[in-house]
């Protein structure tokens, strides 16, 4: 445990820094927006451009807790390929990088501007086992997934849709390795979301599962 407190001192002073910084960036959004948004397909197919100050984007995705249980999974299972779904600025592929230094992380990003910080943030950190991969998830996973197998970790923290979700989910369970987890995150975002996850579960392709509250983990 003292491991994961110098690791997540380490990362989330590095997001204050960040959370100082007013710059607007222009992101490309492929997913569903805020919880109370209402994009269309279409929108979600073609991509938002949205300005979004930096000090915003920082305060997004994996923090502390979250980050906790990213760390108790990863040191009884020790991961060796790990896929992740929504890179945003990098936070997450660094707690997952220095958890696992010796996996290896492909993360999908949509934006180009996102992906930007998220490199400068894998650079400052010196996380050499990272590998990211820019554009729409259903438009990467079929070339990337037949390189990566067998996958270990999928971590899918993007989109927000639930007919994305389920989609992500059958496009990615064939390439998983056996004993493999799927970590899901947001699954209470919306009701979508929750209905998501309760598909996911009554699909039966668990041996088992652990309902985190906000995150949901099954074992293949």
């Given at each position: 445990m003292q491991e994961f407190q110098v690791i997540s001192d380490r990362v989330e002073q590095r997001r204050e820094i960040l959370k100082q910084d007013k710059t607007l960036i222009e992101v490309l959004d492929y997913g569903a927006g805020n919880p109370e948004d209402r994009r269309s397909k279409a929108q979600m197919q073609e991509g938002v451009c949205v300005q979004v100050p930096l000090c915003s984007l920082a305060s997004i995705g994996v923090k502390r807790e979250k980050a906790q249980i990213l760390y108790s999974?990863?040191?009884?299972?020790?991961?060796?390929?790990?896929?992740?779904?929504?890179?945003?600025?990098?936070?997450?592929s660094v707690y997952?990088?220095?958890?696992?230094?010796?996996?290896?992380?492909?993360?999908?990003?949509?934006?180009?501007?996102?992906?930007?910080?998220?490199?400068?943030?894998?650079?400052?950190?010196?996380c050499q086992n990272i590998q990211?991969?820019?554009?729409?998830?259903?438009?990467?996973?079929?070339?990337?997934?037949?390189?990566?197998?067998?996958?270990?970790?999928?971590?899918?923290?993007?989109?927000?849709?639930?007919d994305?979700?389920?989609?992500?989910?059958?496009?990615?369970?064939?390439?998983?390795?056996?004993?493999?987890?799927?970590?899901f995150d947001d699954i209470a975002w919306n009701e979508l979301m929750q209905e998501a996850w309760k598909e996911i579960l009554?699909?039966?392709h668990h041996s088992s599962m652990q309902d985190f509250g906000t995150m949901g983990a099954i074992w293949l």
């Open positions: 999974l990863f040191s009884k299972y020790y991961p060796q390929r790990i896929l992740e779904l929504g890179t945003c600025c990098g936070f997450s997952m990088s220095l958890f696992a230094p010796q996996a290896y992380i492909h993360t999908i990003e949509g934006s180009p501007n996102t992906a930007e910080i998220a490199k400068q943030n894998h650079t400052f950190f010196k990211i991969h820019i554009g729409r998830f259903d438009s990467v996973l079929p070339s990337l997934l037949p390189q990566i197998v067998p996958i270990d970790f999928a971590f899918i923290d993007g989109h927000h849709d639930k994305a979700t389920l989609e992500y989910f059958r496009m990615i369970l064939p390439f998983m390795a056996q004993n493999s987890i799927m970590l009554a699909l039966k």
